[in-house]
């Protein structure tokens, strides 16, 4: 997984995300879908599309807070699905509904499905870039993850068809934390 954090003149604009799909999870996208020659480019677009449509309503799995106040965007878009051998990524920009402006420290960002365990992670805090301007400004801190033994075990005992926890995915996931000065 790799994020592209946009912005300039002290501000944030949104996201460029690239997410990269397990095999498993790729070939159950593309079951029965027409990956012929003549038709994989058509299909992709529309798997795109589709994928993106989906997320809508899970806030595309990202969550941009200020404090403890989500921040809010606009809706995706430049969605587009790739295939690498036996593996499919997704790329697509997720714009802010209006400029965030920087802080010292209360600025963070989780990428995760809120009922369920799925690994969304980033490998290292170089898969998260800042453009050249807020790179000037901003540097970058990856918190892991920490739970604690009973909540992994808890996670660990759920059934395949228990209901959604919607507290279960935000133990799992790491935290990018912004740590800016004012505008050079």
């Known amino acids: 997984m790799k994020t592209y954090i946009q912005g300039r003149d ?7 995300m ?21 038709y ?3 299909t992709l677009r529309k798997l795109a ?3 993106l449509d989906n997320m809508l309503y899970e806030h595309y799995f990202t969550y941009f807070y200020d404090g403890d106040t989500p921040v809010k965007y606009s809706v995706a878009h430049s969605e ?6 036996a593996k499919l990524m997704l790329s697509f920009e997720l714009p802010l509904s209006k400029p965030q402006p920087v802080t010292s420290d209360s600025l963070r960002l989780l990428i995760f499905d809120r ?4 690994d969304m992670a980033w490998t290292s805090v170089s898969d998260i870039q800042l453009s050249d301007e807020l790179s000037r400004q901003c540097r970058l801190s990856l918190a892991q993850p920490n739970p604690t033994p009973e909540q992994v075990s808890y996670a660990m005992s759920l059934p395949a068809d228990a209901d959604p926890d919607y507290a279960l ?3 799992f996931t790491q ?9 050079p």
């Open 10 to 16: 002290g501000m944030i604009t949104g996201f460029k």
């Open 49 to 51: 599309a589709s994928v």
């Open 115 to 118: 009922s369920y365990y799925v």
């Open 175 to 183: 935290t990018v934390n912004l740590h800016c000065t004012s505008a």
């Open 18 to 38: 690239e997410w990269t799909f397990d095999p498993m999870t790729s070939a159950y996208m593309l079951d029965g879908e027409g990956m012929s020659p003549n």
């Open 169 to 171: 995915g935000q133990l």
């Open 80 to 85: 587009k699905l790739t295939r690498n051998r």
């Open 40 to 42: 994989a480019q058509k």
